[in-house]
Nanobody, 126 residues
Framework: DVRLVESGGALVQAGGSLRLSCTAS????????MGWFRQAPGKEREGVSC????????RYADSVKGRFTISRDNAKNTLYLQMDSLKPEDTAMYYC???????????????????WGQGTQVTVSS
């Protein structure tokens, strides 16, 4: 079975940092393009960042550019999201997602992804 398991969410004060992790099983991790998405209460799910299978390319939503960094360790089957300078508006459930793709690009749209984790909650207090 394919499983994506996120961890690292927490309650943090504005200006603080968190690192989210997403561990994959049941798939060959370096066949996967990976992404992070988030959904706040009452809002639609939105893309945060994505990375190609090799980690050589990445994309970020404008709202997180310069504050969040996506990375991956293919030897550990793990995707990361380093989140710095957190703001209250970053409060959301964060999901990782995967799709089989070995191209040099990654996808912004949630509709391109086939596999999803259960999410980890990030709450930023002001």
């Amino acid at each position: 079975d394919v499983r994506l398991v996120e961890s690292g969410g927490a309650l943090v004060q504005a200006g603080g940092s968190l690192r989210l992790s997403c561990t994959a099983s049941g798939l060959t991790f370096d066949d996967l393009t990976m992404g992070w998405f988030r959904q706040a209460p009452g809002k639609e799910r939105e893309g945060v960042s994505c990375t190609s299978w090799s980690g050589s390319s990445a994309r970020y939503a404008d709202s997180v550019k310069g504050r969040f960094t996506i990375s991956r360790d293919n030897a550990k089957n793990t995707l990361y999201l380093q989140m710095d300078s957190l703001k209250p508006e970053d409060t959301a459930m964060y999901y990782c997602a995967a799709v089989k793709n070995r191209g040099s690009w990654c996808y912004d749209s949630q509709y391109e992804y086939d596999y999803w984790g259960q999410g980890t909650q990030v709450t930023v207090s002001s």
